[in-house]
């Protein structure tokens, strides 16, 4: 069963205000910081440490807010990592609900060939390019679209307005810039 994209957003809206309602607003961009730590806790038994007061570490950004980043990489399953461990289980199994991905969504877009040719190692890469410089601009601006954009305007918190306007200030012409020619179908 394929849903509206009506439906869809109502569901979408209907899940995010159930988590403020009943949990806390949704952000997912801190997760990643909290799993750089885990990976880097592993190579590194002295990143964070156990004190008296809770944790901390020898890396300034997982020891603000009095260590609770540094207690996240120790203890990570918590209801924030768990989340982002959900979405893309989530993800997943609807994919295969519906069937698994159709030959359509397994080839490149007709616009991205017309435009970049049909190498996937040139789209795997402007991919992970274009995910980093999103968490990257995240990180800066202290969380992400979720939190700031989705989570923000849903509790009408101006900076949530004016994140969602620089966003699409942003992203509609670098979309007009990047795709100048038309897909051939």
Known sequence: MILNWKIGGLLLGLVFFLAVL????????????????IIGNAVNA??????DE???STNAYLAKS?????????NPMNYSFVFVLAMMGGAFISTMARGGLSREERTMPALWRANFGDNPMTRYLVAFLGGFIVLYGAR???????????????????SGYIFAAGAFLAA?????????????L
């Open 22 to 37: 009943l949990v806390k607003p949704i952000g997912v961009s801190t997760q990643f910081v909290i799993l750089d730590g």
């Open 46 to 51: 002295e990143l964070v440490t156990k004190t």
């Open 54 to 56: 809770g944790y901390t």
């Open 66 to 74: 009095k260590g609770k980043y540094a207690k996240s990489v120790v």
């Open 140 to 158: 800066l601006a202290g969380g992400c679209t979720s939190g700031h954009m989705m989570s923000g305007m849903m509790q009408s918190a101006l």
């Open 172 to 184: 509609i012409p670098v979309a007009r810039i990047m795709f100048k020619k038309e897909a051939r």
